[in-house]
T-cell receptor, first 111, second 116 residues
Framework: DAKTTQPTSMDCAEGRAANLPCNHS???????VYWYRQIHSQGPQYIIH???NNETNEMASLIITEDRKSSTLILPHATLRDTAVYYC????????????FGSGTRLQVQP | DTGVSQNPRHKITKRGQNVTFRCDPI?????LYWYRQTLGQGPEFLTY????????KSRLLSDRFSAERPKGSFSTLEIQRTEQGDSAMYLC??????????????FGPGTRLTVL
């Protein structure tokens, strides 16, 4: 699976959009981009995933650049409950099944 | 609540004792995964099952660790002769593999193990 690079930490004001970047410059054509988050002492929570096209669900939007070398997770209206570590993971559709978590981005939503 | 349950949620044991954890996946999910997470780190893959078959094991899974999924439903993870280095959060995830699409893993709340 391709390696990902994320900022160590970010701050966001409550009610504003949180934009979390991820670089995955070695991604290959059959690799998906997944985002999970982990609130302190809980299991990781699935947020969203995509292959080529931008994706949106009730939690977030995922914007993938045309060359697929980077992506951005957007939380449109951040709340205090969105404070968590956010993991960007690249995973091949077939073959090895494990998710490889990096260090993630610690997002702190400020009141 | 993702529908993946793990028991117990917390376990404190003395070094050298054996411990067993249980994971109940989302009912129709055919894949089940175990991960370990130490303080300040992201989860690390241990092993996974498709139905009752254990298909992959990480090098982290030493011979003191054994996992089973006897009927393709719930799974157990046993650690024999626990060591202080085994102290961690043990996470279970499940997914439904169908066709060629990538399967999404849903995690349980984890079992926190403390070895004294």
């Amino acid at each position: 699976d391709a390696k990902t690079t994320q900022p160590t930490s970010m701050d966001c004001a409550e009610g504003r959009a949180a934009n979390l970047p991820c670089n995955h410059s070695t991604i290959s054509g059959n690799e998906y981009v997944y985002w999970y988050r982990q609130i302190h002492s809980q299991g990781p929570q699935y947020i969203i995933h995509g292959l080529k096209n931008n994706e949106t669900n009730e939690m977030a939007s995922l914007i993938i650049t045309e060359d697929r070398k980077s992506s951005t997770l957007i939380l449109p209206h951040a709340t205090l409950r969105d404070t968590a570590v956010y993991y960007c993971i690249v995973r091949v559709a077939t073959g090895r099944r494990a998710l490889t978590f990096g260090s993630g981005t610690r997002l702190q939503v400020q009141p | 609540d993702t529908g993946v349950s793990q028991n117990p949620r917390h376990k404190i044991t003395k070094r050298g004792q054996n411990v067993t954890f249980r994971c109940d996946p989302i009912s129709e999910h055919n894949r089940l995964y175990w991960y370990r997470q130490t303080l300040g780190q992201g989860p690390e893959f241990l092993t996974y099952f498709q139905n009752e078959a254990q298909l992959e094991k990480s090098r982290l899974l030493s011979d003191r660790f054994s996992a089973e999924r006897p009927k393709g439903s719930f799974s157990t993870l046993e650690i024999q002769r626990t060591e202080q280095g085994d102290s961690a959060m043990y996470l279970c995830a499940s997914s439904l593999m169908s066709g060629r699409a990538s399967d999404t893993q849903y995690f349980g709340p984890g079992t926190r193990l403390t070895v004294l």
